[in-house]
Structures are given as C-alpha cells and as structure tokens.
DNA sequence: ACCTGAACACCGTTCAAGT
DNA sequence: ACCTGAACACCGTTCAAGT
C-alpha cells in the first residue's frame, strides 16, 4: 500500500509525458496502454478515465506535437534577424523536431480518414499561422494577392519533405542542412519571393 | 477437405496482395498476420514460412512499394514533353501514388533506427535514380557538378511534403496542383535550374 | 470523478509435429 | 520446404464494483 499512485488529479499529464518518451524509444507499434499504466504505477483500466480508447491517446499526442512545433517555430522567430536567416532557423527547427520526434510527427500527419475537423486541425492551423505572421511581419504584400499563401505552402511542403527524408534516413544531415539553405534561397530569390517582399 | 490452400508455392506473393489492400483499408496498426493467414486460408502459423515476424512483412511492403512507385514515375517519364512537362507529370504521379497508399507510403519512409542497408534502402536508391536519369537526359551539366544533385533533392523533398501534406489534409487536392506547378516553375526559373539546363 | 480488477476476444511468436 | 495447431505472453476494451 506504500505504491499509491502519486499523481491526483494529473495522470492525464503524466500518461502523455511517459507515451511521448515511449513513442520516441519504439514507435507507435511499441506504445501499450497497459505499459503506460504499470509505469504510471497504475491498473490497467485507469488510463480509460482520461483517454476512451488508444486513439484518442494518439490523438492527443499529435495534438500536443503541434502545440510544442508550433512553440519552437516561434522561439526560433523570436531571433532578430533578415527574412532570409529566419527562414534558416524556422526551417532547421523544423527538420529538428521531425528527427528527433519522428514517430510523434508520423502521428501528427497520419493519413486520417474522418472529416478534417477537431482538436488536432486546429493546432496545425496554428502552426500555419506561425508562417503567415512570420511573412506578414516583412511583407508589404496587400492581403488580397495568394503570393504570401502559397510561398508558404511551397516552404512548408519543402521542409516537410526535407524533414521525412532525413528521418527515413534517405538522406544524412550535411545534405538535409544544404536543401534548407537551397530551399531558401531558391524560394526567396524567385518570382513568387519577389512579389511578396516588393509587391 | 475441399478448402485446401490453392497458393502452393506462391502464398507469400498473396499475402503481400493481401497484405496491401489491408494496409489500404485499416494502416499498419491494422495490419494483422492472424487475420491475413485466414483470407488466405491458411493456419496461422503458415506466414512464418515467408516472414520471420511482422516487420520483415511490413519491409518486404515497403521494398515492394518503392519498386511500384519507381514503375508509376517511369511510366509518367515515358510520355513526351519539356522537362517541365515531365516535372509536373512526375510531381503528380509521385502525389498520386502517395495518397492513393498513405499507409503503405509510411512505411516506405519510416524511421529506421537501423544502418541504411538492406534491399528497402536499394529499392529508394532506384526510385532516386529515376530522377537522375530524367534530368541527365536533358541536361547539358557536367556530371561533376552538383546541381543535378541538389535540384533533384530540392524537388523530391518538395513533392514528398506536398504528399505528406495531401494524405493528411492538412491541404486539399487543387492545393497540391497548385504547390506542384509553383515548385515545377520556382525551381525551373531558380539559378540552380539556369546552371542545369544551359550549364 | 477516478480507479480497480476480472473477463473477453484478439494478437505475434515459438515450436514440435506432420506431409 | 512448407504448413498445422497447441501453447504462451501480451494486448485493447468492457464493465461491475469500489472510493
């Protein structure tokens, strides 16, 4: 009876801190319920108090994957800096966090089949959203023009590639390294970069 | 005694038919050797014969879907065109192919903890060098030089992010079009594009 | 409101045995 | 060489019961 659970009114935290470490050492195959309650020093029916089933755990952690994205994009933006050697940073922070969570970023941009609504959409708004102020910031572009939107799609979609080949180690970090700083220059220096910074 | 198994010799090439629809329809977590061994009709222990366990048939599947994908790319490759034709049919071959098998795509560039080896790592080398072949068969470049390099990892990370960001709709389909005719037309006017092509 | 613990159906893996 | 079927440990989920 000296093993009570310590943790009233918490386990919800401290359940998505251990799956998080868990997702990292083995992936999402490696992630058990019941593992996560003997850990937490809990039975194994009292993860269902906080999450109904495996997924809403899943999804609960994809959710806080963008959340903590989302933070390290915009410390990385909190750097004074060109438009140019923001773009670097945001870009390697990026790449970062998708290497050393990968398993947790397979899980925030897994092919879901239910309509795109809910928690999770909204925090990969807001992750998007990062970007848009992040432009807005230097651009003197009029709202109305889609430059800005789509020089943003494209600088996503590149980072997000750059990202999955370093993590499925199809590429190494030297090369990784070298396609941000090409995606950046060839993006800012293009006519579409050139319209949003002199429109 | 009429239900006995009619895959002599071929039962590993319907489990992993099999195998791909069920990955199609539920993902990897989906994906069960039990529930496979019974639509083929055959005990549970028979896949033991063709997978050692679980993971040599989710890599046997991703091999598998690097070589399919090499197919679909050459086959868009065969059609006559500029090299920006061929981008954007490449582009969309190489975003169809990723939304129309999602899962099957995760496990084709999932995270590997182990050394970069192995028939999966050969079967993305191929896939890589469908590009090389492409951009050499219009390029004026020194194969010295390392533009063809980095425009063709420039543009594979951009259609592989395109893709992630498809599958899980955080983008929409007239969106990817979109994003892969302006990365076809930034990476084509860039610099690096000017040294690949008149080099 | 939150947690326990038995129960159930399912799973991957192993392995001796068959053909 | 390939397949069978029992055995084992593990899993997610449900649910009545406790506090």
Do not use: C, W
Not at 85 to 108: C, I, K, N, S, T
Not at 173 to 188: G, N, S, T
């Amino acid at each position: 009876m000296a093993s009570r659970p310590f943790h009233h009114g918490n386990l919800r935290v401290v359940l998505l801190e251990q799956a998080e470490a868990m997702l990292r050492e083995g992936g999402v195959g490696g992630l058990s319920l019941r593992e996560l309650a003997r850990q937490a020093g809990v039975s194994h029916g009292a993860p269902r108090s906080h999450f109904v089933d495996r997924q809403a755990l899943l999804d609960a952690l994809a959710e806080q994957g963008f959340n903590r994205l989302t933070d390290n994009l915009r410390t990385a933006l909190r750097t004074p800096g060109t438009l140019e050697e923001q773009a670097r940073l945001v870009g390697r922070a990026y790449v970062d966090f998708a290497v050393h969570d990968a398993a947790l970023m397979d899980l925030m941009f897994a092919a879901k089949q239910d309509a795109p609504s809910g928690p999770i959409h909204e925090a990969a708004l807001r992750l998007f959203q990062v970007f848009d102020q992040a432009l807005a910031r230097e651009s003197t572009q009029s709202p109305a023009d889609d430059a800005r939107e789509r020089f943003k799609l494209l600088f996503t979609a590149t980072m997000q590639g750059t990202a999955t080949l370093l993590a499925s180690r199809r590429i190494d970090r030297p090369q990784a390294e070298k396609l941000i700083d090409d995606a950046v220059d060839v993006l800012l220096a293009s006519e579409l970069g050139g319209r949003l910074l002199s429109g």
